[in-house]
């Protein structure tokens, strides 16, 4: 399966054929790479090799993201015009820069991240409301506005604010989700980095439009900590969504295109941002569970003290408690059907 993810056909083992199974199918969709999977079967010449079922399933998959993307870059073209006056306040991330970065219809996004400095977050959610946008989370296909307990608990809890929805109707896209992040963690506090990553954003050409996100190397920690926010965290393991491996290709496709030099900035910056450790922690494990698409990238963070143990530790920030998987081997870990049943609770001098 993680062969399948790898956007490499031409090494693509082709005795690995036999698994193209139903379960190695439900994983593909589960974790949201299934197009991937098509596009490295397809470029290699092996989609005519693995069952019908199969392959149709991956295709569809591809071309529903494909359709999707097209309306998906029409809201962010849209989007990018409301905030043009509010050009540093915000930076957009993950998919609204990955669904450009990846080949055509490899990866898709449910919706559009921003991060904010809290400081302007009203004049971002201003601007949201004044063009249709609401508050709330979509329930049974239908828009239902936040309370305003989950208003204030989304803010205190999870450094974000509740999503701010809007029906657009589009082909493969019929309401439009911006989540406003003002905060790198599970809560608040990092304001000071929040706002030093947004002083060096950049606006990024899309030819067709352009959008205001992070530079390369903070883009690239903002993913390692989002990675890590959501795979060390009690309740995302809860949820089966610790481990979706669309997260840890993100991070491969990048890694996978620097040199030595775009490294060592990655390095630098993270060490001055105080995200060594979280770098390294995103780093060891995609390398582990994909492969080591960047062997410098990945020696240099097995380098980092304490990081082996650091790779298994849970934590409950609600309840003031912390885990530890007893399963260390990450591809083991991956596939078990009962994560939460792994962990172990340990103190903080263990």
């Not at 199969?54 to 905030?83: K, P």
């Not at 450009?100 to 201003?126: C, F, M, Q, W």
């Not at 089966?240 to 491996?245: A, E, N, P, V």
Request: proline share 3%; with cysteine; glycine share 6%.
């Amino acid at each position: 399966m993680m062969n399948l993810c790898r956007f490499r056909a031409d090494a693509f083992d082709a005795s690995e054929l036999v698994y193209a199974t139903p379960g190695v199918l439900g994983q593909l969709f589960y974790n949201r790479v299934a197009a991937i999977a098509y596009g490295v079967l397809t470029e290699g010449g092996f989609a005519d090799r693995v069952p019908r079922e199969f392959r149709n399933s991956v295709r569809m998959a591809y071309e529903a993201n494909a359709m999707h993307n097209e309306s998906y870059f029409r809201c962010l073209a849209e989007l990018s015009g409301l905030l043009a006056d509010n050009q540093g306040q915000y930076a957009m991330l993950k998919g609204a820069v990955l669904c450009k970065t990846y080949p055509t219809g490899y990866r898709t996004a449910n919706d559009v991240d921003l991060l904010v400095h809290p400081a302007h977050l009203t004049e971002i959610e201003s601007v949201l409301r004044k063009n249709g946008f609401i508050q709330g989370y979509i329930r049974n296909g239908q828009i239902q506005p936040a309370s305003r307990a989950e208003i204030i608990g989304s803010r205190m809890m999870r450094g974000e604010t509740v999503p701010y929805v809007r029906e657009v109707n589009l082909p493969g896209m019929r309401f439009l989700e911006v989540d406003l992040n003002f905060s790198l963690g599970y809560s608040n506090g990092d304001d000071g980095l929040v706002a030093d990553m947004l002083q060096r954003s950049i606006r990024m050409d899309f030819g067709d439009f352009s959008v205001c996100t992070l530079c390369r190397e903070d883009f690239f920690l903002h993913l390692c900590a989002h990675l890590h926010k959501e795979a060390s965290t009690i309740a995302w393991v809860r949820m089966r969504r610790d481990m979706t491996l669309y997260k840890y290709c993100d991070i491969y496709l990048m890694l996978g295109s620097m040199d030595r030099e775009a490294v060592d900035v990655v390095f630098s910056r993270a060490k001055a941002l105080g995200l060594l450790r979280i770098c390294c922690y995103a780093i060891v494990q995609t390398c582990r569970l994909l492969d080591v698409c960047n062997p410098y990238a990945y020696r240099r963070a097995t380098e980092c003290p304490g990081i082996e143990d650091f790779l298994h530790i849970v934590v409950a920030p609600s309840e003031r408690k912390k885990y530890r998987y007893q399963t260390e081997n990450l591809l083991d870990r991956f596939f078990s059907d009962s994560r939460i049943d792994d962990l172990i609770e340990v103190n903080d001098h263990e």
